[in-house]
């Protein structure tokens, strides 16, 4: 099979799906790789690694989505790129198909079969190709936090660090998902005083294990939550919100109770969702302030990161890649539960039933058309 790498497009996504060590892999197995030009300059990877690696290097996007097999991507489809959409391929990538109606239709209208990271499962019930990204974000958060709380930065000038003789510094994390632990085991290295949150007791016993003594796990609900708000100097939310809810864990009316010079950092990144407040923003425009508090809400943190990021996604992606590419996309599907699960469209039909529901639209059961 053809396998296509692309450039990503979106503002300040340096990722690249295939490191040149995948695109040896897949090369080995009998498949061509096309690599655009550059593709992997954003994490560090040159053309010349990639030609090595046995790419053959294209100077266009459009050369590679009319060739390609498989699309093998990061992000979302863009509308510049919904018109390379065709019916005789596949694109893997991170879909999101319940927050773009728009890509979900165009998706549809093209009759490609499409695939998202994001709803692959494991017999766990877990979503591993989330997971490593989750890691990230949650890090990044807080590396972001300590960079925007320098004076010369416009922040506090508070180190978010234990230094003797000064009041150690206080920060909540929501969630002790993969994102939360993520951003406590930094935090709680540097010695700041933690409270994590959770709904969810054996995720809070778990994780007391091993993280250190500078932790401390409470309950997650209103009465917890307000007294940790008030207190805090960096309040980082690490719960995914249902597009359904109306509700929030933090009200804006909530904000006139924390710190001056507090800031908030949301990891999910959910508009209006567990933080009412909250917008999605990007690395060039990466803060706002809402009430006197600042918001840190960035929507692809790992991309800051985007050598360590590109390696680890493509070790989670690549054996369902190699797996479509080695037994063809329909036996893949039909044999592996955990790649269907992901499948989004095929052949113009609707296949992921939560998607169906949030946007109106007809389902259908993958088993039945493959």
Not at 48 to 73: L, P, R
Not at 108 to 130: F, M, Q, R, T, V
Not at 245 to 273: E, P, Q, T
Not at 325 to 341: M, N, P, T
Request: some cysteine; aromatic content about 6%.
């Amino acid at each position: 099979m053809i396998i296509g790498v692309l450039k990503e497009l979106k503002e300040s996504e340096y990722r690249v799906s295939a490191t040149p060590q995948a695109v040896q892999e897949l090369v080995f197995h009998g498949h061509r790789v096309l690599v655009e030009k550059k593709a992997g300059s954003g994490s560090g990877f040159s053309d010349e690694m990639y030609i090595n690696s046995g790419a053959e290097i294209k100077d266009s996007a459009e050369e590679i989505w009319n060739n390609a097999d498989i699309i093998y991507k990061v992000k979302e489809i863009l509308k510049e790129e919904y018109k390379y959409l065709r019916e005789d391929s596949t694109v893997i990538t991170y879909i999101h198909s319940n927050a773009h109606k728009e890509q979900t239709e165009a998706l549809l209208k093209s009759k490609c079969i499409s695939i998202a990271y994001e709803d692959i499962s494991n017999d766990k019930g877990e979503w591993p190709l989330l997971s490593p990204m989750s890691e990230l974000a949650g890090k990044g958060g807080f590396l972001a936090a300590l960079s925007l709380s320098q004076r010369i930065k416009g922040g506090s000038g508070k180190l978010l660090a234990n230094v003797c003789g000064v009041e150690t510094p206080e920060i909540t994390i929501i969630g002790c998902g993969n994102s939360g632990l993520g951003a406590c085991e930094i935090s709680s290295a540097l010695g700041n005083n933690i409270t994590m949150l959770d709904i969810d007791y054996e995720s809070m016993k778990n994780a007391k294990q091993y993280l250190p003594n500078n932790v401390t796990f409470l309950l997650s609900n209103r009465i917890n939550l307000l007294k940790c708000i008030k207190k805090a100097d960096v309040v980082i939310n690490c719960i995914l919100w249902s597009k359904n809810r109306s509700d929030h864990l933090i009200y804006r009316k909530d904000l006139k109770l924390m710190k001056k010079n507090a800031m908030i950092i949301d990891v999910a990144c959910d508009d209006n969702g567990a933080i009412e407040s909250c917008k999605a923003t990007t690395h060039k425009k990466p803060t706002y302030y809402d009430e006197g508090i600042l918001h840190y809400c960035v929507d692809n943190i790992p991309s800051a990161f985007a050598e360590t990021a590109s390696v680890t996604l493509c070790n989670v992606t690549l054996p369902f890649v190699m797996k479509l590419a080695d037994k063809g996309v329909k036996q893949a599907l039909i044999e592996d539960k955990h790649l269907r699960r992901g499948l989004t469209t095929y052949k113009g039909k609707l296949t992921l039933k939560e998607t169906a529901e949030k946007l109106g639209l007809e389902y259908t059961n993958a088993i039945q058309i493959l």
